[in-house]
T-cell receptor, first 112, second 113 residues
Framework: GEQVEQRPPHLSVREGDSAFITCTYTDPNSYYFFWYKQEPGASLQLLMKVFSSTEINEGQGFTVLLNKKDKRLSLNLTAAHPGDSAAYFCAVRSGSFNKLTFGAGTRLAVCP | DTTVKQNPRYKLARVGKPVNLICSQTMNHDTMYWYQKKPNQAPKLLLFYYDKILNREADTFEKFQSSRPNNSFCSLYIGSAGLEYSAMYLC????????????FGKGTRLTVV
């Protein structure tokens, strides 16, 4: 089945710096890709989903890049602020029923 | 209301005793899921209900049971808890389809002693 590797497991950056998180997956038939953010004590919240061969999606303060050729998904927080401190998880959907395979998460700390 | 509610938030159980975790959603989602998350590991899908049909993942097939008495509620049942069941259990729901969002609850932290 699908396997997802996420790096790094922990990341600490200064406010205003970029934070870059990457996931690689194994199943070439995977077709939907997600980034979730989880703040302490809260549920996983969807940041963005992407679906295309190669796609750059921009959200509020972050960019998501999908490279299906390399089976790589990345999240770049372009100018991190303390409110971005959280755990971030990538997830990959393959098959039916919205079954998601997650990465192990990145704990991001943004220091003032 | 797009929340998935889980009760309780924290659960303490004795080894060998049963555990029942509860999840509810009011979004009329046809699919409800249970994930297990251990520290520094990825959330792992245990099972899911599509409508009234239960689908269990192959490697957790015998360890967990579930019931869905109606569209809104879903439970996760452990018949005899072992120390290895200590984890966060995440419930989620979604509507079937290729471009639908999966909504997650805050989780129940189970500690088995």
């Amino acid at each position: 089945g699908e396997q997802v590797e996420q790096r790094p497991p922990h990341l600490s950056v200064r406010e205003g710096d970029s934070a870059f998180i990457t996931c690689t997956y194994t199943d070439p038939n995977s077709y939907y890709f997600f980034w979730y953010k989880q703040e302490p004590g809260a549920s996983l919240q969807l940041l963005m989903k992407v679906f295309s061969s190669t796609e750059i999606n921009e959200g509020q303060g972050f960019t998501v890049l999908l490279n299906k050729k390399d089976k790589r998904l990345s999240l770049n927080l372009t100018a991190a602020h303390p409110g971005d401190s959280a755990a971030y998880f990538c997830a990959v959907r393959s098959g039916s029923f919205n079954k998601l395979t997650f990465g192990a998460g990145t704990r991001l700390a943004v220091c003032p | 209301d797009t929340t998935v509610k889980q009760n309780p938030r924290y659960k303490l159980a004795r080894v060998g005793k049963p555990v029942n975790l509860i999840c509810s959603q009011t979004m009329n989602h046809d699919t409800m899921y249970w994930y297990q998350k251990k520290p520094n590991q990825a959330p792992k899908l245990l099972l899911f209900y599509y409508d009234k049909i239960l689908n269990r993942e192959a490697d957790t097939f015998e360890k967990f049971q579930s019931s869905r008495p109606n569209n809104s509620f879903c439970s996760l049942y452990i018949g005899s808890a072992g120390l290895e069941y200590s984890a966060m259990y995440l419930c989620a729901s979604s509507r079937a389809g290729t471009n639908t969002e999966v909504f997650f609850g805050k989780g129940t932290r189970l500690t088995v002693v």
